[in-house]
């Protein structure tokens, strides 16, 4: 009888204990807060996608207005390790993905299409079919935080935190592969970077601060280019970005005497015979305008809007006026092609970001060697269509001319022995002249 009361007992507190203890922790499905309540107090950037930033916890939170849409992610290196060989240079791009974020139930996963494959077709099923037949990838995955209401009926809010200060660049792998140590992130050194951390109407912008440590002897590259070259430390870039319209804009394709590199997907709708790898040309989009396209009547057209390059701004003189000069000649290329003030060149604004994907850039990139110069971009791969142009050059290739120019005119007689000042130095000009071409 006493046993029986004792079970009788156990049971009736288990009904009560338990599910008082479970709606303590949330399980009982407690309701989901509105993106309001979630963010009051917190520092919020609207934008493209809307960031907002919690300083007492630490963290970043996104807001995913749209689902199911094709957004373009690219990731970038704002600072750098300095060092030419290993390659991790201040402004480099790093991959450009299209990614769309899909929602099933509480979880939000950043999906990547496969577009190095297509069927450029009206038939759905056989557009599915291609599809279906190689592997997309998913970017990463997310939890819901907060719902929109009211004119943000559908947003949702995440946490991106951990998102936005991971390798994403892959710097432990380029470490590893140019034999400067086996690195690895330590997460205790490394934050969200707040003057960063930027939105835009067509473009968002988050950043990281990133400690990369390691406990073995690091490479020679890593000892003379970092302050401590056990704790290294770079930042990485998180670009979301509006993909353009892609009326008025005709995909063009790629010859292989154009000098160009191409952009280059398989098209498995294309008809037998014919071959399914499909190459287009990346290009700057330059419309004529539509209400008068010859305004002088000079024969020339008026673009709706002209392609502005902008010279890295700590670009000292005289490089910068000679980056200026040789840059802004490209403009007679673009006349002789029929534009008119087609191509500008100008100094980037001290209130503008060089990683913004609204600026087409001339960086001047310092390396502890001389190093290569090259140009990047960023496409839309669906067209071709450059987004935003990206120019990285060597400074010390400069200095290197100099010495030839040393070399070849040998000054040390007479009064050249006493060296020349800058108004009158021939190897100085010639250094200039090359840097114009």
């Known amino acids: 009888m ?5 079970l009788f007992v156990l049971a009736l507190l288990l009904t009560v204990v338990l599910p008082a203890h479970a709606q303590e922790n949330g399980d009982e499905g407690d309701p989901t807060p509105t993106i309001a309540e979630k963010t009051e107090g917190m520092e919020a950037m609207d934008g493209f996608f809307p960031v907002y930033w919690d300083a007492q916890a630490g963290k970043i939170w996104l807001e995913i207005p749209r689902f199911d849409a094709n957004v373009l992610y690219v990731t970038s290196l704002p600072a750098g390790l300095g060092s030419n060989p290993v390659g991790l240079d201040r402004g480099q791009l790093g991959e450009k993905r299209v990614v769309r974020f899909e929602r099933t139930g509480p979880k939000v996963l950043m999906v990547e299409p ?11 099923a056989e557009r599915r079919a291609v599809k279906d037949a190689f592997a997309a990838g998913v970017v990463s995955g997310f939890e819901v935080a907060a719902e929109g209401t009211g004119e943000k009926e559908g947003h949702v809010l995440v946490d991106a935190t951990d998102f936005v200060v991971r390798d994403a660049h892959g710097i432990v792998r380029t470490l590893k592969y140019e034999d400067q140590g086996d690195f ?24 990281a601060r990133l400690t990369f440590t390691t406990d073995e002897e690091p490479g020679e590259y890593v000892r003379r280019t970092a302050s401590d070259p056990y704790h290294v430390t770079l930042r990485v870039r998180h ?6 319209d892609t009326s008025g804009f005709s995909p063009r394709r790629f010859h292989p005497r154009s000098g160009y590199f191409p952009l280059t997907y398989a ?15 990346r290009r700057h989009r330059l419309q004529c305008t539509s209400e008068n396209p010859d305004p002088d009547g000079d024969g020339l057209c008026t673009p709706e809007e002209p392609i502005v390059y902008y010279v890295d701004d700590g670009t000292p003189e005289p490089v910068r006026s000679a980056l200026l000069d040789g840059a802004r000649w490209w403009d007679q290329a673009f006349e002789a092609a029929g534009f008119d003030n087609a191509f500008r060149v100008e100094v980037l ?38 987004i935003k142009g990206h120019v990285t050059l060597g400074s010390r290739r400069v200095r290197q001319d100099y010495l030839l120019a040393e070399g ?16 009158n130095d021939p190897m100085l000009e010639m250094a200039l002249a090359r840097i114009r071409q």
């Open 184 to 207: 690895s992130l330590s997460s205790e050194r490394s934050a969200p970077y707040l003057p960063n951390l930027k939105a835009f109407p067509q473009n968002t912008e988050l950043e």
């Open 349 to 386: 604004p001290d209130t503008a970001d060089a990683m913004d994907v609204r600026y087409n850039t001339i960086q001047w990139v310092h390396r502890r060697t001389r190093g290569w110069s090259y140009g990047d971009s960023v496409v839309d791969p669906r067209t071709g269509e450059i």
């Open 408 to 423: 070849l005119l040998a000054p040390y007689q007479g009064e050249q022995a006493d060296g020349f000042q800058p108004e």
């Open 239 to 244: 670009s979301l970005i509006q993909l353009p």
């Open 114 to 124: 496969n577009l190095d494959v297509r069927a450029t077709t009206d038939n759905p």
């Open 2 to 6: 006493l046993r029986s009361c004792a």
């Open 267 to 281: 098209d498995y709708a294309v008809p037998v015979g014919e071959d399914i790898d499909q190459r287009l040309i």
